[in-house]
T-cell receptor, first 111, second 114 residues
Framework: DQQVKQNSPSLSVQEGRISILNCDYTNSMFDYFLWYKKYPAEGPTFLISISSIKDKNEDGRFTVFLNKSAKHLSLHIVPSQPGDSAVYFCAAGDSNYQLIWGAGTKLIIKP | SQTIHQWPATLVQPVGSPLSLECTVE??????LYWYRQAAGRGLQLLFY??????ISSEVPQNLSASRPQDRQFILSSKKLLLSDSGFYLC?????????????FGDGTRLSIL
């Protein structure tokens, strides 16, 4: 049973446009969400996070939105750059459990 | 600054052979350490975590074991590898076990079992 789902295995976006990566979860007890970015042959690196007490967190070109009623979060990248091409993982957890990870979405930024 | 080293980067092993993957962290003391596995098309699955020397928690029953002989050393082992042990193994560290603490990953080991 996948508690964290990234339903799009891949996404292709034109350079300069907005990239929107989506993540859905089923466990209403999750209260913290993180996005990680992974390049080939490297480990994931932390990108941005959000607590369930917020509905938006912004860091430069990256913004994460949380819709608790829909159990949905999204990562927006504006504007998209070639270096953003990578696999993006969302992860969720609560104070009693380790992180549960999605399967990842491969983002391809086209020049 | 903190760094995490994980080796080897790739490994090909026959079924039934033993396994030892090593992970070391530099630049921090008493880190929380983690071993994950990523199967093809799946998310990261937590295998083991450790909050201190000799303290290992297992998240899933499996053919693998972990040990933490030193503060900044975490080892993943198996006595006899199975075909199902193939995958991408990642070591990570964090300051605490709280989910609000980002985990910092090594570059992973691609393990292929023949």
């Amino acid at each position: 049973d996948q508690q964290v789902k990234q339903n799009s295995p891949s996404l292709s976006v034109q350079e300069g446009r907005i990239s929107i990566l989506n993540c859905d979860y089923t466990n209403s007890m999750f209260d913290y969400f993180l996005w990680y970015k992974k390049y080939p042959a490297e480990g994931p690196t932390f990108l941005i996070s959000i607590s369930s007490i917020k509905d938006k967190n912004e860091d430069g070109r990256f913004t994460v939105f949380l819709n608790k009623s829909a159990k949905h979060l999204s990562l927006h990248i504006v504007p998209s750059q070639p270096g953003d091409s990578a696999v993006y993982f969302c992860a969720a957890g609560d104070s009693n459990y380790q992180l549960i990870w999605g399967a990842g979405t491969k983002l391809i930024i086209k020049p | 600054s903190q760094t995490i080293h994980q080796w080897p980067a790739t490994l090909v092993q026959p079924v039934g052979s033993p396994l030892s993957l090593e992970c070391t962290v530099e630049g921090t003391s008493n880190p929380n350490l983690y071993w994950y596995r990523q199967a093809a098309g799946r998310g990261l699955q937590l295998l083991f975590y450790s909050v201190g020397i000799g303290q290992i928690s297992s998240e899933v029953p499996q053919n693998l074991s972990a040990s933490r002989p030193q503060d900044r050393q975490f080892i993943l082992s198996s006595k006899k590898l199975l075909l199902s042990d193939s995958g991408f193994y990642l070591c990570a560290w964090s300051i605490t076990t709280g989910v609000d603490q980002p985990q910092h990953f090594g570059d992973g080991t691609r393990l292929s079992i023949l």
